[in-house]
C-alpha cells in the first residue's frame, strides 16, 4: 500500500540551529513529492515540491529538500531556523499516473526555543 | 480573487442535522478533494474527485456525501451531523501540479 511517513513526530530545535525533517515514502514508483507548513489555525501552504531532475529543490522561507531515490526519502531542512517557523509539517505525495489523491504523512510538530 | 475559499469558516451545529461546507475554486482544477484533519490522525481523505459529475471515497466517507456537477464547486454534506464529526475540514484542488488548499472550516457538533 502506499504511505508517507514522517518518524519525527514532535521536534524542538534552538533558534537559529539547523533543522531537519525526515520522511520517507512507500509507492510503486516514484510519486510527486510536497511539503506542506500548517501554521496554527490556518490552513496548508506549499513550501515546496519535487517532481523530476534535480534532487535537491529549493522553497519558499528559506527551506530546501533532498530526494534520495535509494533511501526512499524526501527530507526537509533549513539551515537556520526562525522562531516563526514553530508549525505542524507535512510531507505529502501524489501518484504520477494518476492524480487521484495526495496520501500525507501524519506530521512533525516544529517547537522552537528562542 | 483567484483560488480556493471554503465557507464557512465555522459552524456549530446540532446533532442530527444536516450541515453542508462550501468548497469554490478558481483555477477549473480537475482535481478536488475533502480533507478532515484531527489530532492524532493527520489528515484523511474523505472524498475526491477527478472531475465534474465524478467523485469517489477516499479513507472515512462514511456520513458524508458529495457533488460536482460544476466544475469549480465542491460541497461536502454532513447528512446527519453526529458529534465524531467535530472537525478541521479542507478542501483542496490540483491540476496536475502542486494542491491547493482552502483556509479550512472549523466544525463543532454538538
Known amino acids: 500500500a502506499q504511505s508517507v511517513t514522517q518518524p519525527d513526530i514532535h521536534i524542538t530545535v534552538s533558534e537559529g540551529a539547523s533543522l531537519e525533517l525526515r520522511c520517507n515514502y512507500s509507492?510503486?514508483?516514484?510519486?510527486?513529492l510536497f511539503w506542506y507548513v500548517q501554521s496554527p489555525g490556518q490552513g496548508l501552504q506549499l513550501l515546496l515540491k519535487?517532481?523530476?531532475?534535480?534532487?535537491l529543490v529549493q522553497g519558499i522561507k528559506g527551506f530546501e529538500a533532498e530526494f534520495k531515490r535509494s533511501q526512499s526519502s524526501f527530507n526537509l531542512r533549513k539551515p537556520s531556523v526562525h522562531w516563526s517557523d514553530a508549525a505542524e509539517y507535512f510531507c505529502?505525495?501524489?501518484?504520477?499516473?494518476?492524480?487521484?489523491?495526495?496520501?500525507f504523512g501524519p506530521g512533525t510538530s516544529l517547537s522552537v526555543i528562542p | 480573487d483567484a483560488g480556493i475559499t471554503q465557507s464557512p469558516r465555522y459552524k456549530i451545529t446540532e446533532t442530527g442535522r444536516q450541515v453542508t461546507l462550501m468548497c469554490h475554486q478558481t483555477?477549473?482544477?480537475?482535481?478536488m478533494f475533502w480533507y478532515r484533519q484531527d489530532l492524532g490522525h493527520g489528515l484523511r481523505l474523505i472524498y475526491y474527485?477527478?472531475?465534474?459529475?465524478?467523485?469517489d471515497k477516499g479513507e472515512v466517507p462514511d456520513g458524508y456525501v458529495v457533488s460536482r456537477s460544476k466544475t469549480e464547486n465542491f460541497p461536502l454534506t454532513l447528512e446527519s451531523a453526529t458529534r465524531s464529526q467535530t472537525s478541521v475540514y479542507f478542501c483542496?484542488?490540483?491540476?496536475?501540479?502542486?494542491?491547493?488548499f482552502g483556509q479550512g472550516t472549523r466544525l463543532t457538533v454538538v
Open positions: 505529502a505525495a501524489l501518484r504520477k499516473t494518476s492524480y487521484d489523491k495526495v496520501i
Open positions: 509507492y510503486g514508483a516514484t510519486p510527486y
Open positions: 483555477w477549473s482544477h480537475s482535481y
Open positions: 474527485s477527478a472531475a465534474a459529475d465524478i467523485t
Open positions: 483542496a484542488s490540483t491540476g496536475g501540479d502542486s494542491p491547493f
Open positions: 519535487y517532481f523530476s531532475g534535480d534532487t
